[in-house]
């Protein structure tokens, strides 16, 4: 793909902003010394606002005590202080949250000595890229986030956002700190709703996207042999039919540039709906969502009711694309999951296994859909440990 010389100014420029913004690291025994900046980043969110607050104010008060001094135990001092401050119904909720908020709140002013026993990490950020030629609206975005921009390519991991194809969340995901820490570039990609395109919009945007980063790799230090996919739920759908349906041309639509692979090297998929003629006209007892109606996401995203549509929700279906070319895969799922039925998963993981795939799936007994605790995230980041960092490029 080529790309444009103004889009890539910007996405240069993004970066070297993201990098001078980061703080020199200055030796002064166990303790480091730092200017930290105390005031609230997002006084706009009342909810989150309160809380940041809060953990500044606290963390000032610790830092004047200690004369500008950046202890390596400064979260546990200030932990100490909020405890004394908070008082009311509220106090152990808040005192829950302070445990990852701390880490996140000042990550980006302190040197990386002290932000390492904080739990945190330092990020190069580069935002609000525009990934698709000529189009700078928000579902052709993406961002980017890598360990400090230094050393070897860096394995890459496009995470596809849930939301039942309706949606699109206003956060970066929790995990992605630590996965950065542990050496991974993760890039957050944008694509068209079912409200802004129906099926196969999604994949047009996501096959964009992935081009986009093969063929800026250098620029940004990211491996493109090693490029992993991870989306749950309407995310994990997309994740999985970009595993499957690589070598598919009905797949491919749109102008890109072909003669980029659009081969991974491997997926994760947190219960995504993977048939969804069988998803929009089976009956699953303990479903609560609407899959059937004109109204329901499914139908929105096939532009009818899969039941009317069953070519269309053919082609939209990971399982139709299994065979041995496949992208080895990682499955997680709940068998007690509400919205999606875990059959789903059973079905498309049995089908990999039959045609040869390397898949590992994974039932977790009495969930329900959403999960995204952090011992299946290790799973997740052990999955792509092996299938990135294990493998030599291909």
Request: glycine share 8%; aromatic share 8%.
């Amino acid at each position: 793909m080529r790309f444009e010389s103004k889009e890539w100014l910007a996405f240069a420029a993004a970066a070297a902003l993201s990098l001078s913004m980061v703080p020199l690291c200055i030796s002064a025994g166990t303790a480091q010394t730092a200017t930290v900046n105390t005031s609230t980043t997002n006084p706009g969110v009342t909810a989150d606002s309160g809380i940041d607050k809060l953990i500044n104010n606290a963390t000032s008060k610790v830092l004047k005590k200690l004369n500008g001094v950046v202890p390596d135990n400064l979260k546990e001092r200030v932990q100490k202080e909020l405890d004394k401050q908070l008082t009311g119904a509220n106090r152990q909720r808040i005192l829950e949250s302070i445990e990852q908020k701390i880490p996140s709140n000042i990550k980006d002013k302190l040197p990386s000595e002290v932000l390492t026993k904080l739990g945190g990490v330092k990020m190069t950020k580069i935002e609000k890229v525009n990934y698709s030629s000529g189009l700078a609206d928000l579902p052709h975005q993406m961002n980017v986030y890598l360990p400090p921009m230094q050393g070897s390519k860096f394995p890459l991991i496009i995470y596809v956002h849930g939301g039942g194809w309706q949606w699109r969340p206003d956060k970066i995901p929790s995990w992605i700190p630590s996965f950065v820490k542990a050496g991974y570039a993760v890039a957050c990609v944008n694509y068209r709703l079912s409200s802004e395109g129906r099926f196969p919009a999604q994949m047009e945007d996501l096959n964009t996207a992935l081009r986009f980063l093969k063929s800026n790799s250098a620029k940004i230090n990211v491996d493109p042999d090693r490029i992993g996919v991870f989306g749950l739920s309407a995310g994990g759908h997309l994740a999985a039919l970009m595993g499957t349906s690589w070598n598919s041309a009905a797949m491919d639509p749109g102008p890109a540039d072909k003669t980029v692979s659009r081969k991974v090297k491997a997926v994760c998929d947190w219960y995504g709906p993977t048939d969804l003629y069988a998803l929009g006209t089976k009956q699953y007892p303990g479903n609560t969502w609407d899959l059937s109606s004109p109204n329901a996401p499914l139908s929105l995203l096939l532009g009818g009711q899969a039941s009317l549509k069953k070519a269309e929700a053919d082609a939209a279906s990971p399982i139709t694309y299994v065979s041995p070319a496949s992208a080895p895969i990682l499955i997680m799922h709940g068998n007690k999951d509400e919205i999606i039925p875990v059959s789903q998963s059973q079905e498309f993981a049995a089908a990999l296994k039959k045609a040869g795939v390397d898949v590992t799936y994974i039932e977790l007994n009495g969930i329900r859909h959403g999960f995204q605790d952090r011992k299946s995230l290790e799973t997740v980041r052990n999955f792509f440990d092996k299938q990135l960092k294990g493998a030599s490029s291909s």
